[in-house]
């Protein structure tokens, strides 16, 4: 493990090149997905190894519903699958488990899921790690604006710190560096508000490739960046 003196607080990832990765193998592009998933304890752990306190993962997005029936239906089964098997294993490391999205048009069994793992992981404190599923950018800032009117809060007051409390990731710090892996040079409505001082790192690698040497390139290229959150200074700043 090389050794890297700034890191980033919070990482995001936008898992890429599933489907991809199936077809460069000749495989249905669920089998993608199945590997993909597989991978993510990997590089969680990776993560955590070196120090990395937050971590949120795009997996589903409201977008996404949008694509082949049959292909949604298996990525949801899918998913409760995997929120099922992986709980134990990431509780056992101390990582507590968080959703960012729309619980409203998941199946109850999905909705069931979720609750049971941050119900099980809400005490944890060694890593937060999120889920996005059902989850879109803007969407989450409407529905942050629903909120504040619903409230009655006078537009007076709504401040930054304010709003942010009204998003759906209210108890995380803003993210530090997002991964896209797949090569593709979009954020694809991830994290619309908190990413807007994010460092990017994109990757040819595909989700089910990116490992734990991809990991260490993508930290090595944020140590390196130099963050001015929009002034001039010229010393680099930690995430954390």
């Known amino acids: 493990m090389a050794k890297i003196t700034v890191l980033p607080k919070h ?10 990765w199936a077809k460069q193998r000749h495989l249905p592009r669920l089998k993608g997905h199945e590997e993909g998933v597989e ?21 589903f997005s409201t977008e996404n519903w949008n694509r082949p029936r049959s292909e949604v239906r298996g990525l949801l089964k899918l998913l409760r699958e995997t929120i099922d098997k992986k709980v134990s294993q990431f509780h056992k490391r101390g990582v507590k488990l968080y959703h960012l999205g729309r619980l409203e048009g998941l199946s109850q069994d999905i909705k069931s899921a979720i609750n049971r793992a941050l119900e099980l992981t809400k005490n944890n404190d060694k890593m937060t790690l999120s889920f996005a599923l059902n989850y879109g950018g803007r969407v989450e800032i409407l529905d942050a604006i629903r909120r504040l009117i619903a409230e009655g809060v006078p537009p007076q007051k709504i401040d930054e710190g304010l709003f942010r409390r009204y998003l759906y990731t209210t108890d995380l710090p803003d993210v530090d560096l997002v991964i896209r892996t797949g090569g593709e040079l979009r954020t694809s409505n991830f994290l619309v508000w908190q990413a807007a001082y994010s460092e ?5 690698v595909l989700w089910p490739d990116f490992d734990e040497k991809e990991v260490e390139k993508a930290l090595l290229s944020y140590s390196q960046r130099q963050r001015r959150f929009g002034g001039l200074g010229s010393e680099r700043q930690n995430g954390g």
């Open 11 to 20: 990482v995001a990832i936008i898992m890429d090149g599933n489907g991809r």
């Open 39 to 59: 991978n993510i304890v990997s590089v969680v752990e990776c993560l955590g190894e070196y120090g990395v306190r937050y971590v949120t993962l795009y997996g």
């Open 200 to 204: 990017y790192y994109f990757t040819p």
